[in-house]
């Protein structure tokens, strides 16, 4: 985060802009070509959404740009008035905002606070929070509000912020296609006039402060479909308040001073900054009694999502038999806005050279945070691996603690996962439940330090090559047929939506159903028989009990299963061989569990709940259970889609990886 | 009763009840705290050796006089374990509070120096709390991975107060180094209850050649930016193999009480890349002839690697090869000379020997592959003297006999001595 100081000897005021409105434009004009180019292909696209718009918008105003030549500029330059007042006893501060199709810009005294003129990113409204006593930036956001859901978070973020902090909005590229009536709402209730009016490629700015007064807002509606609104600059000013005003009077407690340093800095947190009964920053959960997990290291991988890494220390610091100590939050580049939140805890935190791009990046990182875990505990058999968009569970220690021996006695395991990639609300049931996979889940779970040190490290995909670091994970080449540890409900929930592989369809779709147990204190069933052979008898125990489901009906309907409750059922479905998951999928899919790829399989046989009854799906005869089924029944067999219809189910970015 | 006896104490002359004070003050200071720190200090623990028996043997008695805290010095060292601590501000306030004036001096965390792209995290290595005319020095302890305590060197920034106590006369700082982890115990030695090591005659004799070199990990990145690692399955896997063939070596040699070091190509990878090298065929230890124990062969036998060969004698060029999993475990035994080291090699086919010359060298503790081992201090001379000035090109095809720019003809074994000093199995 840019951080602004007032300064005596910032730019003049007047030369800045010019200069800044000069660039803008010519920019723009550059861009006017391609603009036309891709504008009739997206007109294409538009028209089918946003026809009702079309005939709300009648307006045909002429799209030009106004001229000016460099000679202007130059006669500007000469003009300019350079005499200012200096910085330090000045009490206003002169603000400047841009919007405009390809970039926007946030000019606080003559200093640039905001710019942002990259093609094809950061689209939307963007935000920035001033502190009103000192003018630095407290926060600083976009919310891509032609995507859905971006305007809810947007709305979230507001509220989270303090009565009196100056905010300062702008547009680019497009901002109104997802912003609904609620958010149009608050930012009326900001003062915003334009606000509830806003439509399609309209450009706008607005700087006021919360639940005080405006400082201004400009507006240009867009003449057509095809083009924009000319691009607007605001200029206003904005009085300061005094410090005393701006700032919280808590009690002087180490606690505290960690929390003022921490909202003196940042916004969008809401109560932790709250003057009166802030939310706490330190928990203080029940201790376990005999936690094995108390000394293994946790790993937070983080990246620049802030408020996310906030929620998730949040959960962390909350479950039962947490060691603060033992926590290391790796953040992925040099980001000042996750380590304060880090440091607000008390946790400590190690920022990392970005290496490398996308995947490839994050699964560098990966690999450092996992070194550098090693390195510092080096006592740590196992380490907590987790992710900055996840909850966990309040007895998601209490659920290592019960089990993380099997992981160091059994060596045909891989991991423990906390979550069930089938766990949905209507697909999990037994928080007692635990299950061996031969998937990889991810999304919070404990790694062997012989394995990482041993196998993984050694041959960790080098940055040149693109890869997923779970992805590779996950090959047999590294599990080696090795399974992993699941309970039936997952112990972490992943609330990511803005993310590498994420976007909120892809969110809805996949994870927002998940199931997490909110049950403390847990008591694991059975733990042993989750051992290699155990586990065997264990199922073989289940199958000899199971009804066998009535294979005439279909599958996908609700009757299949009858109206019971606590029984165990099997189907059958057909499996030619062990990479056969043709049927499989297309249950998942009707069942609307993960279907991007298969997991949740212990060999051919997955288990799941279905009306809280056990459901078991054995795929004939590729699975060694086949054994079960009654010699004159014919395993059901499901057809998959047409071709095209599959491919539209699902984006093929998203689909790529789950976490 | 502290204070009544340093009364009696205070007035005896050459004795100096301040420093008995600061440190009963400090040891009330950090064990409101809960920070357990144990003592150090080489002159005390040099005293208290002498008493062992006696101080073990009675834990809560009081003293009749005070032997150990009273003598006038400027320094009382203390050790605090990392992990056992957080890193509390409470503890400096409220040291401010009983009058200490406190230093902290922190640096890069050697843990994590090795990480090409983590940022320089650091971390506190020293403190230094003064009061009146004496000063505690705690010494930061860190667990690293080869299952040791190391400690950081002590190094003023630009901006401290170099005056703030003699910083040269400290017992610890000079250089970094590297521990065992000591078995505590909980003495009364002068009326003050203090954790000091178990045994404090071996904590001293650790402590004088306790000295640790990082790795040279700026310069090893900088190797491999020329000569890209080997990546390939066949170099990870020799990697994986001459590791653990390492750590079974260190084991079983530890066991035995034999002090050994990298020697030739192991040292060469520690040094100039800090990693084995995957192409180098097998792993190398060096061996002072003094050191030189019967039971070597025997217990490497033991721990699953057979003697390969034997080539000659304990009197002359002794050198052992035991057979790992693929990777062959070379022991060199070396000679000292009064100006030089040397080691020997032998032909089996001709019988002919070798000499390999070193210049002097001490030993240093250093981390390798999750391992505490001794390299020698002087390793560039070290590895010049046995791979010449152009030890930073990677040579894959090396021949023992005259690659070595250290190498010299040494005649020929006598036939009738060829059944003892040249053993192949």
Redesign the interface.
Same mark, same amino acid.
Do not use: C, W
């Given at each position: 985060m840019e951080e602004w100081k007032p300064n005596a000897a910032a730019k003049p005021h007047k030369k800045r802009s010019w200069y800044l409105a000069w660039k803008y434009k010519l920019m723009n004009q550059r861009a006017l070509r391609k603009l036309c180019q891709t504008g009739a292909v997206l007109f294409l696209l538009v028209t089918v959404i946003v026809n009702i718009k079309l005939i709300l918008d009648t307006r045909r105003a002429a799209y030009e740009e106004e001229e000016e030549s460099a000679q202007d500029y130059d006669d500007e330059m000469l003009n300019v008035e350079v005499h200012r007042h200096p910085v330090s006893n000045k009490k206003v501060l002169d603000v400047e905002v841009y919007s405009s199709r390809s970039k926007v810009y946030v000019a606080v005294d003559g200093t640039t606070v905001l710019e942002d003129e990259a093609r094809e990113q950061g689209r939307g409204i963007h935000v920035i929070v001033l502190n009103q006593a000192t003018g630095h930036v407290m926060a600083k956001r976009v919310f891509d509000t032609y995507s859905p859901h971006e305007d809810e978070a947007m709305v979230l973020f507001l509220n989270m912020v303090a009565r009196g902090r100056i905010l300062i909005f702008t547009i680019k590229d497009e901002g109104s296609f997802h912003l609904k009536d609620t958010a149009k709402n608050v930012l009326k209730s900001l003062g915003s006039q334009v606000a509830p009016f806003l439509s399609w490629r309209d450009m706008w700015t607005f700087v006021g402060k919360k639940g005080g007064e405006v400082y201004g807002e400009k507006h240009a509606k867009s003449p057509a479909l095809s083009t924009w609104g000319d691009p607007v600059l605001l200029k206003t000013e904005v009085h300061l308040t005094s410090v005393e005003d701006a700032e919280c009077h808590w009690p002087d407690t180490?606690l505290n001073r960690r929390r003022k340093r921490f909202c003196s800095k940042v916004e969008g947190y809401g109560s932790v900054c709250s003057c009166k009964d802030p939310t706490p920053i330190e928990f203080n959960p029940d201790p376990l009694k005999d936690n094995k997990v108390f000394n293994v290291p946790v790993a937070v991988i983080a990246g620049n999502r802030p408020n996310y890494l906030y929620r998730m220390l949040r959960s962390l610091l909350s479950a039962q038999g947490v060691n603060p100590?033992m926590i290391t939050v790796f953040i992925d580049g040099?980001y000042e806005e996750p380590m304060d939140v880090v440091e607000l805890f008390g946790l400590s935190g190690?920022?990392?050279?970005p290496?490398s791009i996308k995947n490839a990046r994050v699964s560098?990182h990966y690999k450092?945070s996992l @070194?550098?875990t090693?390195?510092?505990?080096?006592?740590a058999k196992f380490a907590v691996v987790l992710e900055e968009d996840l909850d966990i569970s309040v007895d998601f220690f209490s659920f290592l603690s019960q089990s993380i021996h099997l992981l160091e006695e059994d060596e045909s395991l891989y991991c423990i996962s906390a979550w069930n990639d089938q766990g949905y609300e209507h697909t999990a049931e037994d928080p007692s439940l635990l299950y061996r996979v031969e998937s990889m889940p991810g999304l919070g779970w404990v790694l062997r330090k012989s394995l990482y040190?041993?196998e993984l490290e050694?041959?960790w995909p @080098?940055p040149e090559k693109l890869w997923d670091w779970d992805m590779w994970m996950r090959m047999p080449e590294q599990r080696k047929g090795r399974e992993c540890i699941i309970p039936d409900v997952s112990r972490s929930y992943h609330f990511g939506i803005v993310g590498l592989n994420m976007n909120g369809y892809f969110h809805e779709a996949y994870f927002k159903k998940h199931k997490f147990n909110t049950v403390p204190n847990v008591q694991l069933k059975n733990v042993e028989s989750l051992r290699k052979d155990a586990y065997e008898t264990e199922i073989h125990r289940l199958l000899g009990e199971a009804e066998v489901l009535d294979h005439s009906k279909n599958p996908c309907e609700d009757s299949f299963v009858p109206d019971t409750e606590g029984r165990v059922y099997v189907m059958f479905i057909r499996m030619e061989q062990e990479a056969d998951f043709t049927t499989w999928t297309q249950l998942a899919k009707c069942l609307h569990i993960w279907d991007l790829d298969v997991r949740g399989n212990h060999k051919g046989l997955w288990r799941l709940f279905r009306k809280k009854n056990h459901f078991l799906v054995v795929g004939v005869p590729a699975s060694p259970y086949s054994s079960k089924k009654p010699p004159s029944m014919t395993p059901i067999y499901m057809e998959p889609p047409a071709k095209e219809e599959g491919a539209v189910a699902v984006p093929a970015a998203a689909a790529a990886e789950q976490t | 009763n502290g204070a009544g006896f340093s009364k009696v104490r205070g007035s005896q002359s050459g004795q100096d009840s301040t420093r008995w004070h600061v440190v009963k003050k400090f040891l009330g200071l950090i064990s409101s705290h809960n920070i357990p720190v144990f003592l150090i200090d080489p002159l005390i623990l040099g005293l208290v050796d002498k008493d062992i028996e006696e101080i073990r043997s009675s834990p809560d008695g009081p003293s009749p006089e005070c032997k150990y805290f009273c003598a006038p010095r400027d320094f009382t060292t203390f050790a605090l374990l990392d992990?056992t601590w957080?890193h509390?501000?409470?503890l400096f306030r409220a040291a401010e509070k009983m009058g200490f004036q406190w230093l902290k001096i922190i640096n890069k965390?050697p843990?994590?120096d090795?990480?090409?792209?983590?940022?320089g995290?650091e971390i506190p290595l020293h403190y230094i709390f003064k009061l009146a005319s004496h000063a505690i020095h705690l010494v930061v302890f860190y667990?690293?991975?080869?299952?040791y305590l190391w400690h950081g060197p002590l190094r003023l920034k630009q901006h401290m107060d170099r005056k703030f106590v003699p910083f040269r006369k400290l017992h610890f700082g000079r250089y970094p180094g590297a521990y065992e982890k000591p078995e505590l115990l909980l003495v009364s030695v002068d009326d003050l209850k203090v954790q000091i090591p178990k045994n404090p005659s071996s904590f001293l004799e650790e402590m004088s050649q306790s000295r640790f070199l990082e790795c040279r990990y700026r310069e090893a990145r900088a190797f491999f930016q020329l000569y890209p690692d080997d990546?390939s399955?066949d170099g990870?896997e020799f990697?994986?193999k001459a590791k653990s063939l390492l750590h079974l070596a260190v084991l079983t040699l530890n066991n035995l009480g034999v002090k050994f070091w990298l020697s030739s190509g192991t040292c060469l990878g520690w040094y100039r890349q800090c990693n084995v090298i995957p192409y180098s065929k097998d792993v190398d230890l060096g061996v002072f002839i003094r050191d030189y124990k019967a039971d070597i062969i025997p217990a490497f036998q033991k721990a699953g690697l057979p003697l390969k060969h034997k080539f000659g004698k304990v009197e002359d060029s002794l050198e052992l090869s035991f057979q790992g999993d693929d990777v062959k475990l070379d022991i060199f035994f070396f000679y000292e000379e009064d100006d030089h080291i040397w080691n020997g090699g032998t032909q089996a086919k001709s019988g002919k020997k070798f000499k390999y010359l070193f210049p002097k060298f001490t030993l240093c503790w250093t981390e390798f592959v999750?391992l505490k081992v001794h390299v020698p201090c002087e390793t560039l001379q070290y590895v010049e003297a046995n791979y010449g000035p152009d030890w930073k090109v990677p040579v894959k095809t090396w021949d023992w006999k005259s690659s070595p720019s250290n190498v010299q003809y040494n005649g020929i074994w006598p036939v009738e001595e060829w059944d003892d000093v040249i053993q192949i199995y």
């Open positions: 180490e100590q040099y190690i920022q990392h050279t290496i560098q450092a @070194t550098a090693f390195n510092l505990f080096p006592d040190k041993d050694p041959k @080098t | 992990k957080k509390e501000v409470g965390d843990r994590l090795g990480m090409d792209d983590l940022s995290i667990e690293r991975s080869g299952n990546a399955l990870v990697r994986k999750e």
